[in-house]
């Protein structure tokens, strides 16, 4: 079985500052992982995606994640927020050919000036 | 060029009705999936088709049915609608060919599904 921890269901920043959002992930074999991105009344857009191949992985608008198998995590990161990058972002696992993702919760970041 | 397109965006119906939400992808894909997003915005999938084939089918009531008339398509009919219905359900497809970008899940709009 899969499955995928969100740490916060909400988290703020100001404009500038770092983000930090936090995924554990649970699976019995190597898995796939990913950061998706919901904004307002919209479908999910993939931001970046762990394969098994480089642990630190980067994604569109300056994220990034990085993979550590000894801590079970893949926390998305980005250096410096911009307002525009408020929105909910989702976690999501896979195993077994990549037929079926698991999400997480979900962390609804919100961006301060 | 919309790759991964729903109809209706929104659907507001009574308790009781039959209705259809409709998916096509222009990408190619061999697998598509319906998921279901609560109001607390909990996403959890319901079904997955590979080259029309059902492979997922997760606890879904039985009023709810895919229907996958080619690689292309998958649609999903809900019968006898119920209040607990109402959520936003999401189309995706992948590309489970074990390809450079296979795994990645690329999603439609969502149906905004509300039932009164």
């Known amino acids: 079985a899969q499955s995928v921890t969100q740490l916060g269901s909400h988290v703020s920043v100001s404009e500038g500052a770092l983000v930090l959002l936090r995924c554990n992930y649970s699976?019995?074999?190597?898995?796939?992982l990913f950061w998706y991105v919901q904004y307002p009344n919209q479908g999910l857009q993939l931001l970046l995606k762990?394969?098994?191949?480089?642990?630190l992985v980067k994604g569109i608008n300056g994220f990034e994640a990085e993979f550590k198998k000894s801590e079970t995590s893949f926390h998305l990161t980005k250096p410096s927020a911009h307002m525009s990058d408020a929105a909910e972002y989702f976690c999501?696992?896979?195993?077994?050919?990549?037929?079926?993702?698991?999400f997480g919760t979900g962390t609804q970041l919100k961006v301060e000036l | 060029d919309t790759a991964v397109s729903q109809t209706p965006k929104y659907l507001v119906t009574q308790m009781g009705n039959d209705k259809s939400i409709k998916c096509e992808q222009n990408?190619?894909?061999?697998?598509m999936y319906w998921y279901k997003q609560d109001s607390k915005k909990f996403l959890k999938i319901m079904f997955s088709y590979n080259n029309k084939e059902l492979i997922i089918n997760e606890t879904v009531p039985n009023r709810f049915s895919p229907k996958s008339p080619d690689k292309a398509h998958l649609n999903l009919h809900i019968n006898s609608l119920e209040l607990g219905d109402s959520a936003v359900y999401f189309c995706a497809s992948s590309d489970a060919r074990g390809l450079a970008n296979s795994y990645e899940q690329y999603f439609g709009p969502g149906t905004r599904l509300t039932v009164t």
């Open positions: 762990y394969t098994s191949a480089a642990t």
């Open positions: 990408l190619g894909h061999d697998t």
């Open positions: 999501a696992v896979s195993t077994g050919g990549g037929n079926k993702l698991t």
């Open positions: 699976s019995s074999v190597p898995p796939y």
